[in-house]
């Protein structure tokens, strides 16, 4: 009975042998089948140390090759703790802590974790590094402290272009800007060291380090020159100034041709080599005591590149699209034809009286030229209501009014419009003066290059070329033309009633001697009952062959000057033009043989009101 119990457990143990071995056997399957590639790659990472090596930034040119923003080298402090003796922990910890003035208490920590690696400082200049060098030197102490060659984003000119260029995080990652758009192409590939390490993250003899290369970006040449760009920056600036501009002003130079902007300013800038630093000083005195959230908006506020990011009213400026929409459609056929309209002060639209901003003194018989230079509403509410909202919304469409540009910048807005089917007479009487609808001023700049380049829609753009940082070899990137708007005959009629509202109408004070100038005029109000107003100049030069065409914008300028265009816009424009133009060398125009245009300032009584009659009646029949 005993021998059989004693057979009994030796069964037993031995299945429960079997048993274990089974057990083991599938968890070593296990580990090794399902759980390998994991686990090898967690013991990579663990008996590895790696230090990144970043890459040279491509550095961003002007068009004439000047730097606008390039990568300084520096270095970046980083330790191994485990590779710190416990004697000299401290010594180190002191040392890096007095160099590169950092709490000593938090440095300790750090040299005395169990970890592999530890950041100190990054990207110091090798003023700095060189003191360390030389303690290590001194005293004898260097395992596990390591200095690592490092980039730092430069910006030369600093304010210079701040709202096109952008800038870069402390990972020289491009945070807004062109920075941020061609971040791939400007960020390289980061190279690393790797050494491999002991359990107790000891190095592993001298021969197991690699060193893997970054591989630099790319450079981009932009289409903007500096020197436009300073010359737009100093006007703009005074203007604010002068006109107590409250909400700021933007400058918009553009070649009508190739889509290329030679200028894009937003006042104020902001310096680039310090992003995160607020640029007013009535903000910055309070800076200290705002939450987390109000800095955030205070600097969303400061980078944004109002010609692309914000929307306005642009008044009368738009009338240059109407023009070009009635002319184009033969719904007025000769240009100074006088007596062809007739401004009474106003004009009744379905039961909604619309006032010409001259209502006290109306302007009478006008031509088209006149009208255009006297910026008179009604003229071109009549147009409006001749072309009709389906054909107008056809030509909005045209003129790319309904869409974003595509201008190669992060964060462009578009317009704000009612649905066409939404427009009733009212809505298109306002749409006709450009009143009532929203748009940003690149999208402005570029419908109305569409003017200036013989009717072409072009796409506006800041990145004309890329240089390979390994080759050095420079790739063109080719202008984009997107479709026909008007005809070159139509768009020369326009630019030549432009060139008489400059020198007769309402841009008067754009003038430049010796240069034709073609323009615009507008005023609006900046939203509904806030007292506040948009003032404006679009124009172009020479007026035949445009080479630039130039958007002024002004917001809320509460000066003794007023809100006027003509008054506030025009005049920045001149100043602007008086000095880029010879910049260009743009051939100056012999003196012209003035035309005498008609002077029927008013018409009798009687044939102006059976104009409106006749208005009237046309209206009521549609």
């Known amino acids: 009975m005993a021998n059989l119990s004693s057979k009994k457990r030796m069964r037993n143990a031995l299945l429960s042998c079997v048993g274990l071995f089974s057990l083991l056997i599938v968890r070593i399957g296990y580990i090794q089948f399902i759980q390998g590639e994991e686990l090898q790659t967690l013991a990579y990472v663990q008996q590895t140390l790696d230090r990144k090596i970043n890459p040279n930034r491509g550095t961003i040119y002007d068009r004439n090759g000047v730097i606008l923003a390039k990568s300084a080298s520096v270095e970046t402090i980083t330790i191994n703790p485990t590779n710190i003796s416990k004697e000299n922990k401290e010594k180190v910890a002191k040392a890096l802590s ?8 938090k440095t300790l920590k750090k040299v005395n974790r169990k970890t592999s690696i530890e950041n100190i400082v990054k990207k110091v200049d090798k003023e700095k590094t060189d003191e360390l060098r030389k303690w290590m030197k001194e005293t004898g ?60 993250g000891g190095i592993i003899g001298t021969g197991n380090e690699e060193y893997i290369a970054a591989i630099d970006g790319d450079s981009v040449v932009l289409s903007i020159d500096s020197n436009i760009q300073s010359i737009a920056t100093k006007y703009l600036e005074e203007a604010c100034i002068d006109n ?42 309070s800076w200290d005591s705002l939450t987390q959230t109000d800095k955030n908006v205070y600097l969303q506020q400061m980078w944004r590149n109002k010609a692309i990011t914000d929307t306005y009213e642009p008044g009368s400026t738009f009338k240059l699209i109407t023009t070009s929409i009635a002319l184009q459609e033969g719904i007025v056929t000769e240009t100074d034809r006088a007596g062809e309209f007739c401004c009474t002060g106003g004009i009744d639209i379905a039961g909604t ?18 009208g255009l230079m006297n910026s008179c509403n009604p003229v071109f509410i009549g147009l409006g209501q001749k072309v009709g909202v389906q054909k107008y919304y056809e030509y909005l469409r045209k003129f790319g009014i309904l869409y974003k540009t595509g201008i190669d910048l992060p964060g462009e807005a578009g317009s704000i419009f009612l649905a066409e089917d939404k427009v009733g007479p009212v809505e298109l009487a306002t749409l006709s003066f450009g009143q009532r609808f929203e748009v940003t001023p690149i999208q402005l700049a570029t419908a109305i290059s569409s003017i200036a380049n013989g009717g072409k829609l072009i796409t506006p753009r800041f990145v004309k070329a890329t240089i390979d940082s390994e080759t050095g070899e420079k790739t063109e990137i080719a202008p984009v033309i997107k479709n026909d ?12 009633m432009m060139e008489s509202v400059v020198s007769e109408g309402t841009g008067k004070n754009a003038k430049v001697e010796g240069y034709s100038i073609g323009g615009k005029t507008g005023t609006s109000e900046d939203g509904v009952n806030t007292n506040k107003y948009v003032t404006s100049f679009m124009g172009l030069s020479p007026t035949e062959d445009p080479e630039i065409v130039i958007l002024v914008v002004l917001y809320n300028p509460t000066g003794e ?18 000095e880029v133009l010879p910049y260009l060398e743009t051939e100056k125009q012999e003196e012209k043989e003035k035309v005498t245009v008609p002077n029927i300032v008013r018409n009798d ?17 549609k």
């Open 98 to 105: 007095d160099i590169f003035e950092l709490d000593y208490e």
């Open 561 to 578: 000057g007023g809100h006027q265009g003509g008054a506030v816009a025009a005049p920045v424009a001149g100043n602007i033009l008086s």
């Open 485 to 496: 708007v008007i005809t070159e005959e139509t768009a020369a009629k326009v630019r030549n």
């Open 244 to 285: 107590v501009c409250t909400d700021g002003g933007v400058v918009v130079i553009m070649q009508p041709d190739t889509g290329d902007i030679l200028a894009m300013v937003t006042h104020p800038e902001y310096n680039l080599n310090a992003p995160f630093t607020i640029n007013s000083e009535e903000i910055k005195a």
């Open 141 to 200: 102490i260097t395992a596990g402290i390591n200095i690592d060659e490092d980039t730092k984003r430069y910006y030369p000119y600093e304010n210079l272009a701040s709202h096109i260029i952008g800038f870069t995080g402390s990972d020289n990652q491009g945070l807004d800007g062109i920075e941020a758009k061609y971040n791939d192409t400007l960020s390289g590939v980061q190279g690393k060291i790797t050494r491999t390490s002991d359990a107790s």
């Open 605 to 621: 009584s009687k044939r102006c009101k059976k104009s409106i009659k006749r208005i009237r009646v046309r209206n009521k029949n």
């Open 353 to 370: 009286y619309i006032k010409c901003w001259r209502y006290y003194r109306p302007h009478g018989s006008e031509s088209l030229r006149q």
